[in-house]
């Protein structure tokens, strides 16, 4: 068994509380669909890697994206093609995505090796995950975190995978700020349904506004990034 294998074997998803919560995050889920979404061309093999409940790839037609997931309790919910290791999937891909996966990993490098292989030549990937370890709080604890990413730790895994990183930025400027309170608070690391509509209805868009006046390269709740393996 190789070492990726074992790897996405060992990992967790706590805080499914959390991740149902995150579904009433209509923007934030809507704005990652768009940049997942923009540059995908007619007929692009496409793969979402920790599909999770199937948040993002539900949104595509039935049967245009494959789905990688191993929490069982998660299956049912994805209406995609569905696949519980990585080294049985059917085709190498032109789009690979990850959203919030790779934080959950302990062995993250590997994974995107991985990764790395299942990609044809001209390939894209497209990576987010939460920012800054100074804001390490009770929810990462909670929902099975093993880190936070900065822009250079986001870079190195790609680069040593062999991807040629395109973009590189941070996500939700406010975010940063409201994770810190959070933090200082010492939250037992939940959240309510209430608390993610007002963030997502009130605070977010404002965000969104300071991430392009700053070009993401300030601060912020999140790593994204884009990296393309070359031909």
Known sequence: MNQAKQTAEKVEYNGSDNLAMMSHAVNYNSGLYKWVARDIRPGEAILDFGAGNGEYANRFPIGSVDAAEIDPDLLPLIKQPVYTDINQLPKKYDLIYT?????????????????????????????????????????????????????????????????????????????????????????????????????????????????????????????????????
């Open 99 to 231: 959203i919030n996966v790779l934080e959950h990993i302990e062995h993250h490098g590997e994974i995107v090796k991985e990764l790395y292989t299942k990609l044809k030549p001209g390939g894209r990937i497209k990576v987010f995950v939460p920012a800054r370890q100074e804001i390490f709080s009770n929810m990462d604890e909670h929902v099975g975190h093993y880190r936070r990413y900065d822009k250079k730790l986001v870079r190195q895994i790609l680069e040593d995978a062999g991807l040629k990183v395109t973009d590189c930025r941070y996500y939700d400027f406010a975010g940063y700020f409201i994770s810190l309170l959070y933090k200082w608070l010492g939250k037992d690391g939940r959240i309510t349904k209430d608390s993610v509509i007002l963030y997502d209805r009130v605070i977010f868009p404002v965000s969104r506004v300071f991430d392009k006046l700053t070009v993401g390269q300030i601060i912020g709740k999140n790593v994204i990034a884009e990296a393309i393996r070359p031909k």
